[in-house]
T-cell receptor, first 112, second 115 residues
Framework: GQQLNQSPQSMFIQEGEDVSMNCTSS?????WLWYKQDPGEGPVLLIA?????ELTSNGRLTAQFGITRKDSFLNISASIPSDVGIYFC????????????FGTGTSLTVIP | GAVVSQHPSRVICKSGTSVKIECRSL??????MFWYRQFPKQSLMLMAT?????????EQGVEKDKFLINHASLTLSTLTVTSAHPEDSSFYIC???????????FGPGTRLTVL
């Protein structure tokens, strides 16, 4: 199936720093989702975006639905050790029914 | 958010045996569930889309006779790995579509090890 381009692939940051990652697609999407996955567990939904330009926050996390509908961004402010994990974006196109395509993931390591 | 359970969380089996994994949506009805496979340090790869009351739709390259999917009710989908081999060892994750825009909520995953 289709995969989205997600960058960076991995990040190593100091505790307290801000983090930014993005996801791009060659197709237009109607919905963008951001998930976090801890080792050995299933992904947990962080933020859902439903329309172009939308900016949504969840605590220290902020995500935006790109105007072109082909990209999305996730920012984490003032990172803490428990932010460690793999972050995935997912997009839903108009002709994919309920199917979402997933990004390749961004592995985040926070150094105390 | 919606809760999805998966059972078992971990299974070890001998080569040639079959293994069944259950996926349940606990607090909502899901007409559509998805089965993914994930190798270490890689993203989720969609295997099939499971629709209640109808046959599953498999992604290209996924053998439908090897990975049997049954979506018997609006809250339960099962994946059976038939005649498992060591190369089938992986992390299998299900998700259920719910919410206003059919967001996917994931189960905790099943770690399959085939000896």
């Amino acid at each position: 199936g289709q995969q989205l381009n997600q960058s960076p692939q991995s990040m190593f940051i100091q505790e307290g720093e801000d983090v930014s990652m993005n996801c791009t697609s060659s197709s237009i999407f109607n919905t963008w989702l951001w998930y976090k996955q801890d080792p050995g567990e299933g992904p947990v939904l962080l933020i859902a975006l439903y329309k172009a330009g939308e900016l949504t926050s969840n605590g220290r996390l902020t995500a935006q639905f790109g105007i072109t509908r082909k990209d999305s961004f996730l920012n984490i402010s003032a990172s803490i050790p428990s932010d460690v994990g793999i972050y995935f974006c997912a997009g839903d196109g108009s002709n994919t029914g309920n199917q979402f395509y997933f990004g390749t993931g961004t592995s985040l390591t926070v150094i105390p | 958010g919606a809760v999805v359970s998966q059972h078992p969380s971990r299974v070890i089996c001998k080569s040639g045996t079959s293994v069944k994994i259950e996926c349940r949506s606990l607090d909502f009805q899901a007409t559509t569930m998805f089965w993914y496979r994930q190798f270490p340090k890689q993203s989720l790869m969609l295997m099939a889309t499971s629709n209640e009351g109808s046959k599953a739709t498999y992604e290209q390259g996924v053998e439908k006779d090897k990975f049997l999917i049954n979506h018997a009710s609006l809250t339960l989908s099962t994946l059976t790995v038939t005649s498992a081999h060591p190369e089938d060892s992986s992390f299998y994750i299900c998700s259920a579509a719910g919410g206003p825009n059919n967001e996917q909520f994931f189960g905790p995953g099943t770690r399959l090890t085939v000896l």
